[in-house]
């Protein structure tokens, strides 16, 4: 039997990860003639740690996220796929990626960037993309590579040291 997705959710961040995310969810929705729902979410936990939190400061968040899920609609536009929606929601992304946006929208997949976080990092606060393959009642694809299938963390590894010169 072929599985094929019709719903298929891809959380946006503004990382590169979230970009190849976004690159293979249309090409896999135009297979399916599916739908694509993109959704930021604005964590609104870090402005708890703001000292001088003001509305302005989520307006022009919001604003910021706007704009880009109108570019990505666009560009899903261009690439020939007209099924496509976002929404910007704001509190934990961990659960709305994983648990509510999938039951609300009935999301059958969810693509999402590798982490960007390093070792130390996923330890302290843990990692939205393991929270969800863990979490998610439906298929998650974790993308790692570019349209190519060419590793797209291998670019941000840290050079080789050099030997010194004698």
């Given at each position: ?56 400061m989520v307006e022009s968040v919001a604003a910021t996220a706007k704009k880009t ?98």
């Open positions: 039997m072929l599985q094929q997705y019709k719903h298929i959710l891809v959380a946006i961040d503004g990382s590169y990860e979230s970009e190849l995310a976004f690159q293979k969810a249309v090409a896999v929705a135009k297979r399916n003639d599916g739908e694509l729902d993109l959704v930021n979410v604005v964590d609104t936990r870090s402005f708890s740690n703001v000292s001088s939190f003001d509305t302005n899920m109108e570019d990505y609609i666009d560009q899903a536009h261009k690439a020939g796929l007209e099924k496509v929606t976002y929404s910007i929601e704001y509190g934990a992304p961990k659960t709305l990626i994983a648990r509510d946006l999938p039951k609300k929208l009935s999301i059958d997949l969810i693509m999402i960037g590798a982490t960007g976080l390093n070792a130390v990092e996923r330890l302290l606060i843990g990692s939205v993309t393991e929270y969800v393959t863990r979490n998610a009642e439906c298929d998650v694809l974790v993308v790692r590579t570019d349209l190519n299938n060419k590793p797209a963390l291998a670019t941000t590894k840290a050079p080789k040291k050099q030997a010194p010169k004698k």
